[in-house]
């Protein structure tokens, strides 16, 4: 059965840090392209970051730039966000989605919250 498990989520304070984990299993993620999405409450649900299947390629959106780092390690067959200058505004429910051309899986989700 596959499976993509968000883990790390929690509450943290204006400016700490926190990572991410999405974890599959019953595939691979090794040729999957992986993105990071967040969905506050009323809003919709936007893409943050994405890393391609070898690592080489990364995206950010300009919001989170220079604060969230997308990393994966295949061998554990897990991607990341490293989040770090966390603001109010970055809390949300926080969902990976794993992508290979016609094949979507989607996690659950994670909460974060980040008190002022």
């Known amino acids: 059965q596959w499976q993509l498990v968000e883990s790390g989520g929690g509450l943290v304070q204006t400016g700490g840090s926190l990572r991410l984990s999405c974890s599959a299993s019953g595939f691979s993620l090794n040729y999957f392209s992986v993105g990071w999405f967040r969905q506050a409450p009323g809003k919709e649900r936007e893409g943050l970051s994405c890393?391609?299947?070898?690592?080489?390629?990364?995206y950010y959106i300009d919001s989170v730039k220079g604060r969230f780092t997308i990393s994966r390690d295949n061998a554990k067959n897990t991607v990341y966000l490293q989040m770090n200058s966390l603001k109010p505004e970055d809390t949300a429910v926080y969902y990976c989605?794993?992508?290979?051309?016609?094949?979507?899986?989607w996690g659950q989700g994670t909460q974060v919250t980040v008190s002022t």
């Open positions: 989605k794993a992508v290979r051309i016609l094949t979507t899986y």
């Open positions: 890393i391609s299947g070898s690592g080489i390629r990364e």
